[in-house]
Structure formats: C-alpha cells, structure tokens
C-alpha cells in the first residue's frame, strides 16, 4: 500500500511558510531582470492563479504565473503586464525543467494568452506515484515529504487586485515553490 495522509492529519500539522524572497512582476520594466535569472535555471517550480468566477458563464484569463527557485519565487502579474515574450520563451524552454501540479488546467488557461506549447513541464500527480505516494494534492504530497501544512486560505481571492496582499503573495509563491521542492527531494532520493 502507498502513502498516504487523513485530511485530519493534514489538519494537525504546522503551517508551512515561504522563507525566501517574493518579487512581484506588475510593470513591464521589471520582466528582463527576472528572465535573465529564470532562464539560467535548470528547474522551476511552477504555478498559476487566475480570479475565480462566481457567476454562471464568467471567464477570467489566467491573472498570475509563479516560477520560483528555491531561494526566490518570481510572480508575474499577468492582468498588469500581459504574457511578455521573454516569460513565453522561459514556459516554451526545453531546456528548463518546470515543475507544477494539474498542469492540464493550467495550460488551458496559459493557451488563452499564447498559442507557443509549454515545454519541459513536469506533473507531479503522475511524477509521485513512482514513489510510491497515492494522495495526489499537493497539499498531501507535502504533508507527506515534510510534516508540514501548505495553508489553502488565499485561493478563492482577487488574483486581479490592484496590490497583492501580502498573503496572497506568501499563498502564490509557496504551491510553486513547495512543486520544486518536493520534485528535487525525491529525485535527490533517488540517488
């Protein structure tokens, strides 16, 4: 049998929290700065978050890309700066492993802003089963791996709001960077 965690025990765990550096990307000017970092990564941790709709026939387009290392997450505002082809170029790089969780939904909405196919994009639904971890959420995964909680207070909140709440800011970087961190620990496993 795989492994697998109770959302009771879930529950009990202590919250986990980003410790290193969130730079949000809400002006045009900041865009190069942050693609020359990400583009000499070797792996990324990736995420996305869009406004939720609450009525009946609304769609919103994806409002937020998180790409995080494991020192910095980079937010990039996408309802302030649209989808800047130096970003498409790091999502379409095939030699940047990028590292997500249900990525299906994530590049439905990436393919309303941009035709270019993502590359090089790691699942980790799929990824952990090799390790034997049956619960699928990346809130478990983690639980799993590490003892810790990711707090899921934040998602259902304004992805298009003129500033970023800090806690939402916490809230985008840390599902990216728990993808990264999670994939490098079990591929260091595995060594």
Known sequence: MGLMISKEEVAGLPIE?????????????KVNEACDYLSIQSALGFDTETRPA?????????????LSTEEVCF????????????L?????????????LSLRDDFAAIRKRSIRKPENFIDLQGFVDQFDIEDNSLQKIYAILFGKKISKNQR???????????????????????????????VEKEL
């Not at 937010?75 to 130096?86: E, V």
């Not at 298009?160 to 800011?169: D, G, S």
């Open 75 to 86: 937010l990039f505002r996408l309802n302030k700066i649209g989808y800047p082809r130096k």
């Open 17 to 29: 929290t980003f410790k290193g550096k969130i730079v949000v990307v809400d002006h045009l000017e």
């Open 54 to 66: 609450f009525k009946k026939g609304q769609v919103y387009k994806v409002a937020l890309i998180q």
């Open 88 to 100: 498409e170029a790091i999502m379409c790089d095939s030699g940047i492993r990028k590292i997500g």
């Open 156 to 186: 259902v909140s304004n992805w298009e709001a003129e500033t970023l709440t800090p806690a939402q800011q916490s809230y985008a970087a840390i599902d990216a960077w728990a993808c990264l961190r999670i994939y490098n620990h079990l």
